[in-house]
Nanobody
């Protein structure tokens, strides 16, 4: 499975961005896609996940401002980020996984290359 992320960039606080991630290859076994982010000096953290059936899982602090969606026909997942803040500055990574239990128990997973989001104050 290959993941191609796009849509990052430099924005000012309060503005919006939409990230896209297109999956290709052997995606038939993938049942969840999501976004994670890693800020400088910090660990990678969950942003949001969405299952093939449309169920979603968010990091609670982000749920009010971020929305994850998926186009199953295009094998593409989107992350709409509104009212961005400087603390949202990070590299955002697309993830595709085969979940076998709850949201964080995976049989295997794939990662995209990351896209930089920078929010200036």
């Amino acid at each position: 499975v290959q993941l191609q992320a796009s849509g990052g960039g430099l924005v000012q606080a309060g503005e919006s961005l939409r990230l896209s991630c297109a999956a290709s290859g052997s995606t038939i076994s993938i049942n969840v896609m999501g976004w994670y982010r890693q800020a400088p000096g910090k660990q990678r953290e969950l942003v949001a996940q969405i299952s093939n059936e449309g169920r979603t899982n968010y990091a609670n602090p982000l749920k009010a401002r971020f929305t994850i969606s998926k186009d199953n026909d295009k094998n593409t997942v989107y992350l709409q980020m509104n009212n961005l803040k400087p603390e949202d500055t990070a590299v955002y990574f697309c993830n595709a996984a085969r979940l076998i239990a709850n949201w964080d128990t995976v049989a295997y997973e794939y990662w995209g290359q990351g896209t930089q989001v920078t929010v200036s104050s």
